[in-house]
T-cell receptor, first 114, second 114 residues
Framework: DGGITQSPKYLFRKEGQNVTLSCEQN?????MYWYRQDPGQGLRLIYY???????QKGDIAEGYSVSREKKESFPLTVTSAQKNPTAFYLC?????????????FGPGTRLTVL | DQQVKQNSPSLSVQEGRISILNCDYT??????FLWYKKYPAEGPTFLIS???IKDKNEDGRFTVFLNKSAKHLSLHIVPSQPGDSAVYFC?????????????WGLGTSLAVNP
């Protein structure tokens, strides 16, 4: 089945540690996105990638890093510089950049920093 | 400051009746609006959209109405079914080219009772 997978579903880390969230898609989509959801806020864009080996900062990129070495994969690293890392993280992909009505989302990873 | 507001956090409707989910926005530069649906433990899925040059778009049981003068859109589900029980997000697109982005509402949780 085609889709987007995110792992793990729940992740716990100690403060000060970097952590990498996985996002894989087998939809052959060019574009991939990382969002963050916090209570009382809508989804906010962290980073996005329009094509392999290319990515741009979203609205809240500080304290995060990404890579896009393969079309299928867009891992997000939450670094120790991110001041409030505890959140629900959603990965998405779309066939082309900004084709929001064709955006497919993964099930999300809930990160808790202790 | 929320540019896309879904003022009702939750809504309960009887099966077979109409569900009306509302969304207000403040930015007159929004030119495209989308509704996403989210089940627990899954990512959001695209439901229906409308361009700012239209006032209505219909897809089966789902209709979205746009009132630009009031900066208001609504999603109508007729007839409502128990499987429609989910969180519904309103999102609005602004910008062009590489400056395009989506602004998301907080969501409305719909419960359709048998």
């Amino acid at each position: 089945d085609g889709g987007i997978t995110q792992s793990p579903k729940y992740l716990f880390r100690k403060e000060g540690q970097n952590v990498t969230l996985s996002c894989e898609q087998n939809l052959n989509h060019d574009a991939m996105y990382w969002y963050r959801q916090d209570p009382g806020q809508g989804l906010r864009l962290i980073y996005y990638s329009q094509i392999v080996n290319d990515f741009q900062k979203g609205d809240i990129a500080e304290g995060y890093s990404v890579s896009r070495e393969k079309k299928e994969s867009f891992p997000l690293t939450v670094t120790s510089a991110q001041k409030n890392p505890t959140a629900f993280y959603l990965c998405a992909s779309s066939p082309r950049s900004y084709s929001y009505n064709e955006q497919f989302f993964g099930p999300g990873t809930r990160l808790t920093v202790l | 400051d929320q540019q896309v507001k879904q003022n009702s956090p939750s809504l309960s409707v009887q099966e077979g009746r109409i569900s009306i989910l509302n969304c207000d926005y403040t930015n007159s530069m929004f030119d495209y609006f989308l509704w996403y649906k989210k089940y627990p433990a899954e990512g959001p899925t695209f439901l229906i959209s409308i361009s700012s040059i239209k006032d209505k778009n219909e897809d089966g049981r789902f209709t979205v109405f746009l009132n630009k003068s009031a900066k208001h859109l609504s999603l109508h589900i007729v007839p409502s079914q128990p499987g429609d029980s989910a969180v519904y997000f309103c999102a609005a697109k602004v910008g062009a080219g590489n400056n395009r982005k989506l602004i998301w509402g907080l969501g409305t949780s719909l419960a359709v009772n048998p």
